[in-house]
């Protein structure tokens, strides 16, 4: 296990199988899995107002939050994937005004994109999309701004496509 001393979070230790598992059924190496040495990955995004982050993150969105500290907040996308919310001037880097990343989050097969996209729209989240597009590559697809200003991508990832014949 990759140990970084001081910041070793307890909850994020797990997850190795569960992500060795979504690496083979995606068509994976596991031969990287277990050469990288690697067991999670977490972005850092960094937000002037934590709590206006965690009603978006953990309330609108759903997502599990695990405070880390009174200045970093977690929030679990699955076993070993983890959004940290960092409040700005107390991590390595500060919120700015430019937000050169795009945070993806896939809605699983049975999951009901359309019902996420009304509930951030009803709740006044900034909508880029008017609907959810239909796309070739992602199947269902939406895009909205997080309180901060960074830009969220909903996708619901395409089913098993039958041959052409």
Same mark, same amino acid.
Not at 27 to 32: F, I, L, N, S, W
Not at 56 to 64: P, S
Not at 102 to 122: A, H, M, N, S, T
């Given at each position: 296990?990759?140990?970084?001393?001081?910041?070793?979070?307890?909850?994020?230790?797990?997850?190795?199988?569960?992500?060795? @598992?979504?690496?083979?059924?995606?068509?994976?190496?596991?031969? +990287?899995?277990?050469?990288?040495?690697?067991?999670?990955?977490?972005?850092?995004?960094?937000?002037?107002?934590?709590?206006?982050?965690?009603?978006?993150?953990?309330?609108?969105?759903?997502?599990?939050?695990?405070?880390?500290?009174?200045?970093?907040?977690?929030?679990?996308?699955?076993?070993?994937? +983890?959004?940290?919310?960092?409040?700005? %001037?107390?991590?390595?880097?500060?919120? +700015?005004?430019?937000?050169?990343?795009?945070?993806?989050? %896939? @809605?699983?097969?049975?999951?009901?994109?359309?019902?996420?996209?009304?509930?951030?729209?009803?709740? %006044?989240?900034?909508?880029? +999309?008017?609907?959810?597009?239909?796309?070739?590559?992602?199947?269902?697809?939406?895009?909205?701004?997080?309180?901060?200003?960074?830009?969220?991508?909903?996708?619901?990832?395409?089913?098993?496509?039958?041959?052409?014949?």
């Amino acid at each position: 296990m990759l140990s970084l001393g001081f910041f070793n979070p307890p909850h994020l230790r797990d997850g190795l199988f569960e992500l060795l @598992v979504t690496v083979l059924s995606s068509g994976g190496d596991v031969c +990287t899995i277990f050469m990288s040495g690697f067991d999670r990955m977490y972005t850092f995004i960094y937000h002037r107002d934590l709590e206006t982050a965690d009603r978006f993150y953990g309330k609108l969105l759903g997502l599990e939050m695990e405070p880390e500290s009174d200045w970093v907040i977690y929030y679990r996308v699955r076993t070993g994937v +983890t959004i940290g919310v960092v409040e700005d %001037g107390r991590g390595y880097l500060r919120a +700015t005004e430019d937000k050169p990343v795009i945070l993806c989050l %896939g @809605v699983p097969d049975d999951g009901d994109i359309g019902e996420i996209y009304d509930r951030l729209k009803g709740a %006044g989240v900034r909508m880029f +999309t008017s609907e959810v597009e239909l796309r070739e590559a992602e199947e269902c697809v939406f895009f909205c701004k997080d309180p901060e200003g960074y830009v969220v991508e909903i996708v619901k990832r395409p089913r098993e496509r039958q041959p052409s014949s």
